[in-house]
């Protein structure tokens, strides 16, 4: 795993992303969505690389869903690096605003994570993979510490042909009742298109929520 600090400023909010690669493409654009949606720039912004993706941010191994990988169990081994290599160092006072976020497996990643450990004070699930086996019922049974979460979803992701990921939308539903019965902050939100439509924006979205986001669109 990398870690790469792409915006840093000593702030008191510190906004940590688990990427793909790929994603450092669009890092830029996000942290300039982030700047325009949120109240304040007092921001720092981590970008955490996985080396394997199915592995590193699966909580328990599960079958192939696309193509011939499964998921593995690294998860934990990925909390782990974060907590002692991005959280404990910049956090020695304990005041700062941490939150972690992600996209797809890495916004289950994100949900998981803050069932697991209380150093997290929100997390941005955005078209999370909540139809990953065994999860809402996991999800139902564990106590949430963090103060706040973001869910979102696009509208079209449920249509899918694929038996097991056609369950996000009822499994999103389901997360955001159990919050609501947990009583934490909440909010889910529906967005145009698919899997695949504006991630980075919608990822900006999820962030500027959880630190506070001006009036508007």
């Keep these: 795993m990398?870690?790469?600090?792409?915006?840093?400023?000593?702030?008191?909010?510190v906004l940590i992303q688990i990427i793909d690669p790929h994603e450092l493409e669009t890092m830029e654009d996000e942290i300039c969505e982030i700047e325009r949606r949120a109240e304040t720039d007092d921001f720092?912004?981590?970008?955490?690389?996985?080396?394997?993706?199915?592995?590193?941010?699966?909580?328990?191994?599960?079958?192939a869903v696309l193509g011939s990988e499964g998921f593995g169990a690294g998860a934990r081994k990925t909390l782990e690096y974060i907590r002692e290599n991005v959280v404990l160092p910049i956090n020695?006072?304990?005041?700062?605003?941490?939150?972690?976020?992600?996209?797809?497996?890495?916004g289950l990643f994100a949900l998981w994570a803050v069932c697991e450990t209380d150093c997290f004070r929100g997390a941005a699930a955005v078209s999370p993979s909540v139809w990953f086996p065994g999860f809402t019922d996991y999800f139902r049974?564990?106590?949430?510490?963090?103060e706040k979460i973001y869910?979102?979803?696009?509208?079209?992701?449920?249509n899918t042909r694929n038996q097991v990921m056609a369950k996000v939308g009822s499994s999103i539903r389901e997360v955001y009742q159990a919050l609501n019965e947990k009583?934490?902050?909440s909010v889910l939100e529906w967005n145009e298109g698919n899997h695949f439509t504006e991630p980075e924006i919608r990822t900006a979205r999820g962030f500027s929520w959880l630190i506070g986001q001006k009036a508007g669109p």
Excluded at 2 to 13: A, G, Q, V
Excluded at 141 to 146: A, L
């Design 2 to 13: 990398k870690t790469h600090y792409l915006r840093k400023r000593n702030s008191i909010n």
């Design 44 to 63: 720092d912004f981590i970008a955490v690389e996985t080396d394997s993706w199915n592995t590193d941010l699966s909580p328990w191994e599960a079958p």
């Design 92 to 106: 020695t006072g304990g005041n700062k605003n941490i939150i972690v976020g992600g996209y797809s497996l890495a």
């Design 141 to 146: 049974n564990k106590k949430v510490e963090t």
């Design 151 to 158: 869910l979102s979803l696009g509208k079209r992701e449920e």
């Design 183 to 185: 009583k934490i902050k």
